[in-house]
Each structure stands twice: as C-alpha cells, then as structure tokens.
C-alpha cells in the first residue's frame, strides 16, 4: 500500500438536504475506507466540500425567493451538521465559494489557456429569455429529449435515460424561469478539447496503462465504472463548454469575459484541490505531497451518475495541466431506492439525513443503525433499496442478537468466572482461533477492495462464529459441573480475543458502538495504527488480550427496535410506514392529467393514425431505453425507434398489434430514422400499454 492517500468525495450541491441515497452512494463507504485506512496506520485525507456554484444553486434560490449565498449558507450548514452527527469523518469539509478555491480554480483556467492547445473559443447560439433579459444556463432550459422521448429532460442531461445532451438537441425547448420558449442569439464560450485526450484516456482506463507504465489494476475497478468510460470514449470525445453566461460563479479570468463563469463541472472538482490546500495551510503540511507525490495515491467516492466527470473529464483536466496524480482507483456506487421507488423530493418520497436524525432523535443507535443498515445493502454493483422492515431486521438480528449477544454473554460470564481478568489459557488457543482469524484476513481483503458490504458481513461471520464456538463449548455447563475445570479458561480467553477482534473490525462500519466493545474490553480509544498492531500480534500468535488483563463491567449495547417490552423504537419506524402508504395513497388518488385545450375537428384529420403489427424487435445499440421495431401497416412496413425498452423485452413483442402514428415527420434516433409513432398509454406508475385494434382487424386501416 501507499505512503499517502488522498481520498475524495463527491461535492454535494448546497441547494438542499441530503437523503438516505446520497449517504449509501459517496460518504459512507468512503468513511468505512478511510476509517480503515487510518487504523493501518496510513497517512490519508480525505477532503469533501460544498459545491456552491452554478445554476442550480440561483434556480433554488429563486424558488425560495432568498439570495444564493443564502442558500449555500443554509445547506452547507445543515448538510455539514449532518454529516457530523452520522459520524462521516472529513479532514476538512470545504466551499468553492472560499477565495482559496477561487483563486484555485482561475490558476487551472489561466495555466491551461496559457498553454495553449487545450481550449478553443466559439461563437454560438445560446438561448435567451427575453422576458428575463438573459442567456440560459443548461439546467434552465427543459424540454423532450430527442433520444427517449422523455417530456422533462434538461439542457445538459435527460434523467430518464441518462443520455449527455446540449439545449439546442431539446425538443420543445422552454425556459424554466419564464415557461416560454427561449430565442437564439449569439454568445463567445471557452472549450476544452477533451477529444485530443481520448487515446491516453483509452489505455489508462481500459488498461491502466499511462505515460507507458502501468498505473493501476484495471481489473480492480468495477465492471460498470469501466463499461460507462469505455462507452463514452466508443462514441468519441467532444470538446466541453468550459464557460457559462451567469451572474453566480467564479469569473473567467481572462479579458473580454465580462458576465460569464467557469462551468460548475470545471470548478467544482478542483474543489479537491483547494481543500487540500486549506486543510495542509491548517495543518501545516505540504498538499503537494498528497496530489503530487509518486508515493501518494488518489480515489475518488461518486456516485455512478458522476463517472464520467471523475474518469475522464477531471483526469484530463490534471494531465493537461501537468504534475498531477490521476485516480488509481473511482469505486463508484450505483443508486440506492427507497421502498422500491426512487428518492423523489418533489413528491416527498424517501427520506433526508437530517431527517432521519430528528424522527430518531431518542433512539440511542440511531447513527450505528442507520450506518448499518445502509452498508449491508449497499448499492456496490448494482441498485439497492432501502426498507424499514431490513432495517429493524439488520439491527435487531444482526447487531443486537448476534455482536450484541456474543459480547454480553463474553463479559457477563468473564467477570462471573474470573472477577473480570482474562484468565491464563490452559493450552495452545491459536488452534482454536483458527478459522476466526480466516474470517478476519477476509474481511481485511474485502475492505482493500471496496467490497464494504462483504465485509460488513463478514464481520457479523466472525461474531457468528464466536456465538457458535461458545455455545458448542457451553463453559456454564462446565462450571456447574466442576468450576475449577481448566476447559473454562481456554473458552473465556479465546472469546475474549474475539471481542477485541470486534472492537477493531466493527470501527469502520460502525464507530459510536466500537468505543463502547473497546470499553468493555478493558482496552484504550483506537488510534491510528491500532489494527495493523493487531494483525501483527496475531502473525505472532500474541494475544490481543493478554492473561491478567482487566476487562470492563457488562452494559447494553443495542435496545432492539421491535422490542416487546418497548414498543416506542417500532412506533418510529411504523410512523415513517405510515407516511409512505399516504405518499402512495395520495399518487393512487391523483388526478389524470387534464384535458388538454381544445382543437378543431380539422386539426385530428390531420393525424394519419394506422392498424399495425410488430414483425420484429430489436435493442438499438448504447440505449437502454429504445427498442427498434419492424411494423407492417398493410401497404409497407415501417421502422419505428420507441422509449420502451424498460417495460417490454424485443423478444415478446412480434406479433403484437399497434396503432401508428403514420405521417408523423422522420427523425434520426441514435443514427436510426424512426418513421413513425407507437400509440401507448402510461399510468400514474409510468408504466406503458399498448393501443391496438382487436386481433384480427388487419393492418394498415385507418383509425377515426
């Protein structure tokens, strides 16, 4: 391993709280790694921040009719309190509202305009709000995304499929501030030349290859983190806007740039950058030695929906720049859902941080439990989903009645039995701690890989198998038979160094209830370097807990949730049941979509609408959403590009009859000319049926 690490992650937008999604995806399996990290003994820091720019934070400061330094001081706040209080342990959590981060951000602008090479300028058309006399930021601009259809997407990315778009690509264009459909006009932009970087980008992603030497283990990253950077390189680098017009941001600092900013996805990774050098101005260190050094390694905590920006975009930006280490590894999570849904503010759906800690406010593991919960359902390679039922079963199964027992009973029966003190073991008990300590080198390896909830996991193996082993051994029925038996002795040492196994190995998951194991253990805080000591002991077959060592009096680690005796902590959760199940009620009784205005009846004779059937489907290639189809409307057959590849398999859909909008103008969908419309009809859930004409009707009849 490395002699320093600088560990990222990603900056969250101070436009809002944080939800339970945000928690799972970047922060807490970064505190589980860098937590570890530190009890090796490693000199890391990790650096977070606000994300103070762009115009996402003025688009909420309008809704909330407060200025944006308003809104980043209230979020930045709360998400940092938060934050805190779940135990997510930054070195520095920063703001790229900070002159540090400014001046940062100009200098990387400066040296790579300086350069020259890495940026062109453009003039463009960009469009404009007449009615607000200004040029339209990307996340202001909404319309139809010209890829699935999807009626909501924004200037710079359609949510639904995920697709990377530019304003003019908008079907339907409208601006968010006055609702009305923007004009064009003419506007100057700074572009970096992300296509002169694809090749190197190429062998550094797909083989780890950089400057001819090998950088890192490409098979160490996940698969999707891979297949999403290889799909963008696939379809070919394109120069970035590196510059907006908006009146929030930090200016451009180069002449003639009066109004404009440098693009929120240019500054803000550089955000990294300037808290590190806050943190070492604070500390007195060198930040130079974290990002620059060749014994320093860089990984970046993201979600997946921030790849890209973090794989090739920021990488790109540090090699043009030059002396900059890039990523050895981006364990990027995919998305957590709650309830089976996803998070969804606008509706009220799911649940905030903040929140969290306020419903649970009187619950004593409120912060273990939820960190937890998350970890063991963590959405490492896939999509995941948050569920109360889990959640009460995670802690009250997993963390009261396997760790939580297996360490009472360890204490209680120690201090019955030997007044407290680890006894002297009457033989070899290393033996005997054989396969714990193969539980324990899993779960190291788990942690060195990312693979967090297996190692979670694993550390509830090892509690299992000290469960196990003190049952089977049944010390109680020993010592009512002949309480001098040296059997007894063995039983308690070895399960005492199984607890302050635990002490160690549940810090990182879990480290409001760790000082509590680390007490009852007779042993001090953990410190840096405290699990390396350990591991090395164990390689020496040295006890972790020696004989005559004073361990503490028992004390209650977890009040189960679902307890009979006490039903409060299952209220809670039953309340936030009850919330959901009137969220879905509300959606169950909404209104349908309003009639749209009238028409005349000229205008629907316009619309040649046609019986058809589905000779042949098939996936078009890099959309998930699209389907090709081959429809036969009786006196041709149609190509038809349609968004419903998330509610039907291609497969399943030959013979199936359709009504066809048929004189619908062409268009080309990802290099397909889709001739034509599919009729369906979508529910409250989103999901899609087909119209069609009874079987048999025939194809290619009008319909009136």
Known sequence: MSKRYI???????ANGALHLGHLAGAYLPADIYVRYLRLLGKDVVWVCGSDEHGAAITIRAKKEGISPQEIIDKYHGLNKQTFQQLGISFDIYHRTSAPIHHETAQ???????????EFE??????????????FLADRYITGTCP????????????????SDLSPTELIDPKSTLSGKAPTLR???????????????????????ILDGKTHHDPKAWKRHVVGQCLSWLDGGLQPRAITRDLDWGIPVPVENAEGKVLYVWFDAPIGYISATREWAKQNGKNWEDYWKSEDSELIHFIGKDNIVFHCIVFPAMLKAYGGYNLPVNVPANQFLNFEGEKFSKSRGWGLEQHQYLEEFKDFPNKEDALRYALTRNMPENRDADFKWDEFVDFHDKELADNLGNFVNRVIVLSNKYFEGTVPTPNTDTYSILAPALEIVDRIVQDLDRFSFRTAAQGVMELSAWGNAYLQDAAPWALYKANPEDPAIRDIMFTGLQVVALLSLLTAPFIPFTSPKLRRLAGLPELENGDLQKALEQLANKEPLLPAGHKIGQPELLFAKIHDRKDDSRLQIVNRQKEKLEAIEAADQAQEREPIKPNIEFDDFTKLDLRTGTILAAEKMPKANK?????VDIGSEKRTVVSGIAKFFKPEDLPGQ??????N????????VESQGMVLMAENQEGELAFVHPQDGFGNGWIVR
């Open 664 to 671: 619908l103008a062409p268009r080309k969908l990802r290099g």
């Open 107 to 117: 200098d990387f602008f400066t040296t790579l305009y300086n350069k020259g090479g």
């Open 147 to 162: 890829k699935c259809g999807h009626g909501a997407a924004f200037g710079d990315q359609c949510e639904n499929c995920g």
């Open 186 to 208: 003419k506007t100057t932009h700074w572009y970096f030349k992300l296509d002169k970087h694809e090749d190197w980008l190429r062998d550094w992603i797909d083989k780890g």
């Open 7 to 13: 560990v990222t992650s990603a900056l969250p937008y």
């Open 121 to 134: 300028e453009r003039e463009q058309e960009q469009y404009y709000d007449e009615d607000y006399d200004q």
């Open 626 to 630: 699209l389907l090709k189809l081959t």
């Open 657 to 662: 009859t359709v009504v066809l909008v048929a």
